[in-house]
């Protein structure tokens, strides 16, 4: 069965400063990666995700991922943080033949000091 | 173009109980699937539907069900509520609910039992 660990439950980091958050899963074929964020009192919203192609790939609100196959990782980065990037993390994996179903990880709450 | 709407945001309900939850998609989106977020099992799916048929299921009690409606709207159902049901409940929406189409996510209804 396919997982997903992302290591790291709580982050705290300066505004201005760079941000990695790690995510490793584990399935045997290649998988479709996604990262999701989640404000407070609110659903998930699609920051990027990868299917196949380039190892590097671009998101909304200046967030990119990039897979590495050797890794078995899909790790977030966003060179400058914004506060109002604060908020939980969640990385996902799908498969082929599981249609819509995505298998989280436990997430990653970012705090973000002013 | 309107988002996945969830209703209600909030319910309280007590032991015993039975509890409808309604999701309507997307316009022209024919997947929905629901997830439970819980602070201690995370992000779990629970069901997928696909032009009224399920077509995914997760590892839940049979207490949980639900159905889609032609109209693509759908419904989730609990009975004999327990405790361990007081969770977030989210609901996703994908145009044909394959695995490399990402899901678009409801702000959820918030489900809290006495």
């Known amino acids: 069965a396919q997982s997903v660990t992302q290591p790291d439950i709580h982050i705290t980091v300066s505004e201005g400063a760079s941000l990695e958050l790690r995510c490793n899963y584990s399935?045997?074929?290649?998988?479709?990666l996604f990262w999701y964020v989640q404000s407070p009192g609110q659903g998930l919203q699609l920051l990027l995700k990868?299917?196949?192609?380039?190892?590097l790939v671009q998101g909304i609100k200046g967030f990119e991922a990039e897979f590495k196959r050797s890794q078995s990782s899909f790790n977030l980065r966003k060179p400058s943080v914004h506060w109002s990037d604060a908020a939980e993390y969640f990385c996902?994996?799908?498969?082929?033949?599981?249609?819509?179903?995505?298998?989280f990880g436990e997430g990653t709450q970012l705090t973000v000091n002013p | 173009k309107a988002g996945v709407t969830q209703t209600p945001r909030y319910l309280i309900k007590t032991r015993g109980q039975q509890v409808t939850l309604s999701c309507s998609p997307i316009?022209?989106?024919?997947?929905v699937s629901w997830y439970q977020q819980t602070p201690g099992q995370g992000l779990q799916f629970l069901f997928e539907?696909?032009?009224?048929?399920?077509?995914n299921k997760g590892n839940f009690p049979g207490r949980f069900s639900g159905r889609q409606f032609s109209n693509s709207r759908s419904e989730m159902n609990v009975s004999t509520l327990e405790l361990g049901d007081s969770a977030l409940y989210l609901c996703?929406?994908?145009?044909?609910?394959?695995?490399?189409?990402?899901?678009?996510f409801g702000d959820g209804t918030r489900l809290s039992i006495l």
């Open positions: 996703a929406s994908s145009p044909f609910g394959d695995s490399n189409q990402p899901q678009h």
């Open positions: 399935y045997g074929a290649t998988p479709y």
């Open positions: 990868y299917f196949s192609g380039d190892t």
């Open positions: 996902a994996v799908g498969r082929e033949t599981s249609g819509s179903r995505l298998t």
């Open positions: 316009s022209g989106h024919r997947s």
């Open positions: 539907y696909f032009s009224e048929t399920q077509r």
